[in-house]
Each structure stands twice: as structure tokens, then as C-alpha cells.
């Protein structure tokens, strides 16, 4: 019997990119449910996402804007009642979000217990490298492993890792934490190329206003972490 994978999405303002992200994932045998989590947003993705025509697709809307963390959570509750496979995926992938098949093959190969996207090289410049360097820099201090794609959002994963966890963590950075948990429970992640691209922060002020939130909660991450872990 094939297992049953859930794709959760937060989503969060992506009325113009939502569509496409469904569009292209919709279709793909494999995938059974897609769970859209719309948090909070202010514009129209909940009517959106729910005008793209497939019984696959159950879409929720939070009250407020709550995060990420929250998102995934609200949406894990759903999918882990009857998924084997639960997979992530940003609202802002669009027509790229077909590229997911790249992750659920090697799973369904059972060549990993969690794969993670990892991009192509960024478009525009971007930061500096700081938080980047800083989440791959922490995560191979902490587990011996050396991994390129710690920040990418794009992961699936076996049921039986995320029921280690009583809750997804909050803020940004909740990839880098569960990064460091799953290798240190003895899991293995493994990263696959992909042709995914989304929104991009630039070297505007938004843009390193962004990138300093990241580095502020990935520091906070890592300083929880090494308690735990020690």
C-alpha cells in the first residue's frame, strides 16, 4: 500500500503566487492531502487558494497573523492523523512548487528519513553570508554534520520524526533547531538539489531588517540548543 503524504503550507499575504504553488502540486499522484494554513494574512489567499479545483486541498485561515511556527503546527494537526509523510512547502513557490517530486522520491526510496530542498544559487544579492554561515557553521559544531541548505523551508519528512517533537518551534529559527534535534536523534537528512525559487530578500533595509530578525532567533535557537543538548 503507498503511503499517504500530507503537504502543509503556511501561507501568509501570497494572493499572487498561492494559485500557482497549488496548480503545480495538485496533480502529483503521490501527494494525497494539501493542507493550506493562511496566517493571518490581509489580503485574499484564503479566497485564492480555495478557487484552485481539487479535493486534495483543504485550506484554513488563522484570526490573526501568528507565525510560521504556529502555522506548521495548526496544519501538523491535521495532516499527522493520517499521513505517513508530511511535507512543508513555503506559499510563494509558484509554478517551481512542482520540483517537490525531487523530495518525495528519495524518501519514498527510503534514502533518508527527512529530505531538505536545497536552491540554486540566489538570483539578487542578498545578505552577506552571516546568517547562512552562522546556521551551517552552528549545525556542524553541534552534529558533526556539514549541511548546505540549514535555513530552506522545503523539507519531508517520515511521520515517525516530527512525533519526537511535542510542537514545531517558533520563529525563524525553527529550521536550524530542528535540524540540530533530528541529526542528534540519530535521523538521517539529506539534501537534494532543486530548480525551487520564491521571493527574495534584497540589500534594501526590509531586506536586512529580515536577515537581522533571522540571526537574533537563530542565536536564540542555538543558545536553547546547546543546553538541551550538552
Known sequence: MNPYISIIIPAYNEENKIKDTLENIKNIDEINEIVVVDDGSSDNTTEVAKTVNSDKIKVFRLDKNKGKGYALNYGLKIAMENADIIGFLDGDLGSSSSEVKKLITPILNNEADVIIAKFPAAKKKGG???????????????????????????????????????????????????????????????????????????????????????????????????????
Open 128 to 230: 552577506l553570508g552571516f546568517v547562512k554561515g552562522l546556521a551551517k557553521d552552528s549545525v556542524l559544531e553541534m552534529t558533526g554534520e556539514s549541511l548546505d541548505a540549514t535555513l530552506s523551508g522545503q523539507r519531508i519528512f517520515k511521520k515517525e520524526v516530527l512525533e519526537k517533537f511535542d510542537e514545531i518551534p517558533f520563529g525563524y529559527g525553527v529550521e536550524v533547531g530542528m535540524t540540530i534535534d533530528i541529526l542528534k536523534y540519530g535521523y538521517k537528512i539529506k539534501e537534494v538539489l532543486v530548480n525551487m525559487t520564491h521571493s527574495e530578500t534584497g540589500r534594501d533595509l526590509k531586506g536586512f531588517i529580515h536577515r537581522g530578525k533571522q540571526y537574533y532567533h537563530i542565536k536564540k535557537v542555538l543558545r536553547q540548543k546547546r543546553k538541551e543538548w550538552r
